[in-house]
Structure formats: structure tokens, C-alpha cells
């Protein structure tokens, strides 16, 4: 937004003055009490501690400084409060110019140019196929999804990745689960064996398989069987996980195999890297990277004593490999339950010569789904559990994606079922999307009355208050994703749609958008188009549709 150019633009021009080189971040934020301003920047209280002089002599000299760079009238008034703070207060023209903004950059507007360049892999959901995605899932999904919106939104190149567990001890216990469940089926008297996966889609996948193949595999050995039912299973889970996501408004450019990793001898490199390296040890004939000489608890064993690779021996080279595809930065967006995992991760990229800071772990905190005050326990392996296609089918796509984005990710979250399905104000999405539908109303109500189309000179003559408060929370909409993609916290768009929701329905509650003077007419349609397209935005971000009628 123009406010941040020209502060800092006023900033650099004091810096060179003062012969302060480097950049100073010049942080605008949004004071808690309107008559402390528009926007508050401490860059003076920054400042003073270098300069060694008081922090409101140096806020005044700045705020000189703002003055000069302010020749279009951007700012009504400046002020320093307490102890160095700046305080801005901006011009009605300035809150129309920038509405007028989102008349011509349209569904451009919030975006920048801040990744052009920067390479991205996003890394998530990465559910193991022993069963079909639940409502965690869920989360981790639309976590992933959003903020991988949010970065193409800011110019980052990304690539969506979903890393497949398709090998180890799990996927030769899905294999005798769909084995027994098929042998039963045939019937055969079989027991299920330890550590099987007990749930109903077992069963679902054993008679499906069966009505295409019958029963040749009855009279097999479970060793001439275990490779079919094992790749039969994990293949068809993934069939459905990718149905489920791809319902969900989810999609990767890469299914990236496990499998891969050791077939093609990815992991025996990394571990003869490490060797080299000098951050391998021997110990009870186990093989032991040294973690902990990199920050964690502890070291890792990577080569079990009877020669066999630990898992962690495999994500070390799934990361290895993530490295040397050339990406800027990764996020691995991991379950609550894998926060000890992220020490010894970061450990191994720095034991392989690696910057571990390049590599960005988000963890998704758990999820509780109620339903007339319950909450459900959730087990892939019992079989008792509430799967996301569940969810979809009881409230939509639209209600889960934006439920599960309305805390941080770092929080637990509650997911109401039954306020995801209420029609009224006091479900947020449907809030939110009624502004949508509600102003597309407007525009057929005027168009059915032949009133001529929107002009961005229309916001002229608008300068009551409440038009300006509707004005104030567009023009924060930049800012609030330049913040979400800082923070990598995508939740924050679904509190600005609801605030800005808000105090949309309150402006039409007491204001009229048709029947006023020609000209008043005119701009607030204009202003209520640039709602339109914010709102729009916004829920695209979140991969929430904008619906024109509801």
C-alpha cells in the first residue's frame, strides 16, 4: 500500500542524512485504539538506541521528513505518542484512492511480486495409504492448500508435493489385513493377524477386489500372496485419497514414492554421504548418525543391526533430495504428534553440509469434530474414526475448508458440525459468502434498472463516515496478507473476511445502495464492487467459493 512506500521512502531518506547504512524494517501496524491512528509505526524508538538520542526527537525529525514526501495529501494528520511511537491518520482521498485501486487491479489487488524468482516445495497431507484420510487430514490439507495459494498470491513459484510411505513393516500389515478380509470372503477360516487395520474399508476393499479377481488367491501361500494384496491395498487407498482431496479443492504436482528413494539407491547414498562426512558412528552393530552434535536430544539410529534402513534413514534422503531439486525454501507440514521429528530432520540437512534454515516445519495441531457436544476418537487401525469424505458430505466443501482455517494451525481446533451447517449469520462462512451474493443482487437490481456501469471516478464524492469505514477495512486487505504469508498463518484471512463482513452487513443495514442522487448511486456501487472483489479474493485464497446467489 502507498502508506508503507512513502513512510519507509521518508525513513531512507532520514537514514542517509544520519549515515546509517542498511535497511531498518519499517513495521506499520494497526493500533488497538482508533484515536491513536490509522496506522503506528516504533521505527523512531528503533532508531534512537543507534543514534543514541531521545526516541521523540528522532520520531519528530521523521515525521518532518514524512511531510516532505507527502506531496499528494496522503495523511490528514501526524503525530508522536508515548515514548517515540508514530502515529498516521490518512486522508479521506487517501482511502479512495486506494478503493479505487481494487477497481482496476481486480482480483490482482493484495497480490506482489515479494517470491518473483523464489522456488517453493510444499510438502503436505503425506498421509501414509494404510487407510482413507481423516478429518486431521483434513486440516493439514487445507493448511497446506491455503498458504500455497497465499505464495503464488505474493509471486512464489510453488510446487505441491505428497510424499507416499508406500514401503516398511505398515504396508506388509495393510497387505495381510486386505489378504484376510479376502480369504474370509472366500470362505476360508482366517484369523486377523497382530497390528492389522481392522476398519469397514478393509472390508469394503476385500470385496471389491474379490468381485474382479474371485477367488484365484484363495489357495495362494501368503508369500506369493502378500505383494499382490499389498500393492492392491496401498494403491487403491491412494486412489481414494486422491479422489477425497481432489473434492477437497486439493492437488500436487508431485506424488513422490518412498519407494523411489530406495529403488534407486537414494538411500544408501545419503547414508554413505553422512559416512564421509564423519557424522556416522558403529555401536552394538547399529549405524548412528550424530544428532545430537547438531541440536538434538540425542543421536539417531539410521542402519539397524541386521542391516536394514530406519525410516529415518529415508526421510534424511527424501530431504536430500528436496535440496538438490533446487528449491529456495521447503515446508513439511507434519501432524502435532511428529514435533519431536523436527530436531533430528534439521539435524541430518546440516549434517549433510546443508542450511537447515532453508527447510520450514508447520506443525498441525489436533482436531477434535463435534456434534451435539461429542467429540470422536480417531484410529486409522481400529477403525474408529470419521473420515474427511464424511465431513464433506455432511457440511461441503466450502464449510470444512474454511472450519478448519478459522484457528492458527498452532492451536487445537474444534470443529462444529453443527454450526458448519446453519444457514444464518452466525455460521461465519455463510456470513462471509452472503456479502457475495448480496452485492451481485445489487448489481442485477441496477442493471434491471438500467443504471450505467461502474466508474472508478464514482468514488469521489463518497466521504460519509461509514462510507470510509467500509474504505478502511478494504485498504488493510494487502497488508493482512503481506502479514498471513510472514506468518504462514492462513486463519488470518478468515478473521478479515468476518470483520469485513461485518461491517459490510452493518453499512447496509442503514444505508441504501440504489434510490440515492445519481451521483451517491454511482459510488456506492462502486464501493460495494470493490467489496465484491475483496471478498471474492479473500475466499480464493481459501479455496472457498464466492457464490452470486444463495
Known amino acids: 500500500?502507498?502508506?508503507?512506500?512513502?513512510?519507509?521512502?521518508?525513513?531512507?531518506?532520514?537514514?542517509?542524512?544520519?549515515?546509517?547504512?542498511?535497511?531498518?524494517?519499517?513495521?506499520?501496524?494497526?493500533?488497538?485504539?482508533?484515536?491513536?491512528?490509522?496506522?503506528?509505526?516504533?521505527?523512531?524508538?528503533?532508531?534512537?538506541?543507534?543514534?543514541?538520542?531521545?526516541?521523540?526527537?528522532?520520531?519528530?525529525?521523521?515525521?518532518?521528513?514524512?511531510?516532505?514526501?507527502?506531496?499528494?495529501?496522503?495523511?490528514?494528520?501526524?503525530?508522536?505518542?508515548?515514548?517515540?511511537?508514530?502515529?498516521?491518520?490518512?486522508?479521506?482521498?487517501?482511502?479512495?484512492?486506494?478503493?479505487?485501486?481494487?477497481?482496476?487491479?481486480?482480483?490482482?489487488?493484495?497480490?506482489?511480486?515479494?517470491?518473483?524468482?523464489?522456488?517453493?516445495?510444499?510438502?503436505?497431507?503425506?498421509?501414509?495409504?494404510?487407510?482413507?484420510?481423516?478429518?486431521?487430514?483434513?486440516?493439514?490439507?487445507?493448511?497446506?492448500?491455503?498458504?500455497?495459494?497465499?505464495?503464488?498470491?505474493?509471486?512464489?513459484?510453488?510446487?505441491?508435493?505428497?510424499?507416499?510411505?508406500?514401503?516398511?513393516n505398515q504396508m506388509d500389515n495393510l497387505g495381510r489385513?486386505?489378504?484376510?478380509?479376502?480369504?474370509q470372503l472366500c470362505g476360508t477360516p482366517t484369523e486377523l493377524p497382530e497390528n492389522c487395520y481392522k476398519g469397514e474399508y478393509m472390508i469394503e476393499l476385500?470385496?471389491?477386489?474379490?468381485?474382479?479377481?474371485?477367488?484365484?488367491?484363495?489357495?495362494?501361500?501368503?508369500?506369493?500372496?502378500?505383494?499382490?494384496?499389498r500393492r492392491e491395498a496401498s494403491g487403491r487407498i491412494l486412489e481414494g485419497i486422491a479422489a477425497d482431496l481432489e473434492r477437497f479443492r486439493v492437488s500436487f504436482d508431485n506424488w513422490f514414492s518412498e519407494g523411489i528413494l530406495h529403488a534407486g539407491g537414494l538411500?544408501?547414498?545419503?547414508?554413505?554421504?553422512?559416512?564421509?562426512?564423519?557424522?556416522?558412528?558403529?555401536?552394538?552393530?547399529?549405524?548412528?548418525?550424530?544428532?545430537?552434535?547438531h541440536g538434538d536430544e540425542k543421536d539417531r539410529v539410521l542402519v539397524r543391526a541386521d542391516g536394514r534402513t530406519t525410516y529415518f534413514a529415508a526421510d534424511v534422503a527424501?530431504?536430500?533430495?528436496?535440496?538438490?531439486?533446487?528449491?529456495?525454501?521447503?515446508?513439511?507440514?507434519?501432524?502435532?504428534?511428529?514435533?519431536?521429528?523436527a530436531p533430528r530432520l534439521r539435524a541430518s540437512m546440516?549434517?549433510?553440509?546443508?542450511?537447515?534454515?532453508?527447510?520450514?516445519?508447520?506443525l498441525i495441531q489436533f482436531v477434535s469434530l463435534l456434534r451435539d457436544g461429542e467429540k470422536f476418537q480417531m484410529s486409522t487401525r481400529s477403525g474408529v474414526f470419521t473420515t474427511l469424505r464424511e465431513v464433506l458430505d455432511e457440511v461441503g466443501t466450502d464449510a470444512a475448508r474454511f472450519f478448519y482455517l478459522r484457528r492458527s494451525h498452532n492451536t487445537d481446533l474444534e470443529f462444529d458440525l453443527t454450526l458448519a451447517k446453519t444457514h444464518s449469520s452466525d455460521n461465519p462462512v455463510y456470513y462471509i459468502q452472503y456479502?457475495?451474493?448480496?452485492?451481485?443482487?445489487?448489481?442485477?437490481?441496477?442493471?434491471a434498472r438500467?443504471?450505467?456501469?461502474?466508474?472508478?471516478?464514482?468514488?469521489?464524492?463518497?466521504?460519509?463516515?461509514?462510507?470510509?469505514?467500509?474504505?478502511?477495512?478494504?485498504?488493510?486487505?494487502?497488508?493482512?496478507?503481506?502479514?498471513?504469508?510472514?506468518?504462514?498463518?492462513?486463519?488470518?484471512i478468515t478473521f478479515y473476511l468476518q470483520d469485513l463482513a461485518q461491517t459490510f452487513h452493518g453499512f447496509y443495514n442503514q444505508h441504501r445502495f440504489l434510490g440515492e442522487t445519481p451521483e451517491r448511486t454511482a459510488g456506492r456501487l462502486a464501493l460495494a464492487d470493490a467489496v465484491r472483489i475483496v471478498v471474492s479474493t479473500g475466499l480464493s485464497l481459501i479455496g472457498v467459493t464466492a457464490p452470486e446467489q444463495m
Open 1 to 168: 500500500m502507498m502508506t508503507g512506500t512513502l513512510v519507509r521512502s521518508a525513513v531512507r531518506t532520514k537514514l542517509d542524512e544520519w549515515g546509517i547504512e542498511g535497511d531498518y524494517p519499517v513495521l506499520l501496524e494497526f493500533p488497538r485504539q482508533e484515536g491513536h491512528g490509522d496506522y503506528s509505526t516504533n521505527i523512531a524508538m528503533q532508531l534512537a538506541r543507534q543514534l543514541k538520542r531521545n526516541p521523540r526527537e528522532v520520531a519528530a525529525d521523521l515525521l518532518s521528513a514524512i511531510r516532505d514526501h507527502d506531496t499528494g495529501g496522503w495523511f490528514r494528520d501526524l503525530g508522536v505518542a508515548g515514548p517515540g511511537f508514530i502515529n498516521l491518520f490518512l486522508s479521506d482521498s487517501a482511502w479512495r484512492a486506494v478503493t479505487a485501486a481494487v477497481l482496476v487491479e481486480r482480483e490482482r489487488f493484495g497480490s506482489s511480486e515479494e517470491g518473483r524468482g523464489r522456488k517453493i516445495l510444499l510438502e503436505f497431507v503425506s498421509a501414509n495409504p494404510t487407510g482413507p484420510l481423516h478429518v486431521g487430514h483434513g486440516r493439514g490439507a487445507a493448511v497446506g492448500d491455503a498458504l500455497g495459494r497465499l505464495l503464488e498470491f505474493a509471486g512464489y513459484d510453488v510446487t505441491r508435493e505428497y510424499y507416499v510411505n508406500d514401503v516398511g
Open 177 to 183: 489385513s486386505l489378504l484376510a478380509r479376502y480369504l
Open 206 to 229: 476385500a470385496e471389491t477386489f474379490r468381485a474382479e479377481v474371485g477367488d484365484r488367491y484363495a489357495a495362494m501361500s501368503e508369500d506369493e500372496a502378500l505383494p499382490v494384496f
Open 267 to 293: 538411500v544408501d547414498d545419503s547414508v554413505r554421504e553422512l559416512r564421509d562426512r564423519g557424522e556416522l558412528y558403529e555401536s552394538e552393530g547399529a549405524l548412528f548418525f550424530r544428532s545430537s552434535a
Open 318 to 341: 527424501y530431504h536430500r533430495d528436496k535440496y538438490r531439486r533446487g528449491f529456495d525454501v521447503m515446508f513439511d507440514l507434519w501432524g502435532a504428534d511428529h514435533h519431536g521429528y
Open 350 to 362: 546440516e549434517g549433510l553440509g546443508e542450511d537447515p534454515s532453508r527447510l520450514e516445519i508447520l
Open 435 to 447: 456479502v457475495h451474493a448480496r452485492i451481485c443482487s445489487i448489481f442485477r437490481e441496477a442493471v
Open 450 to 492: 438500467g443504471l450505467p456501469k461502474v466508474e472508478v471516478t464514482s468514488l469521489d464524492l463518497l466521504s460519509h463516515p461509514d462510507e470510509i469505514a467500509v474504505m478502511k477495512k478494504i485498504a488493510r486487505f494487502p497488508d493482512m496478507i503481506a502479514e498471513t504469508v510472514r506468518q504462514r498463518e492462513p486463519h488470518r
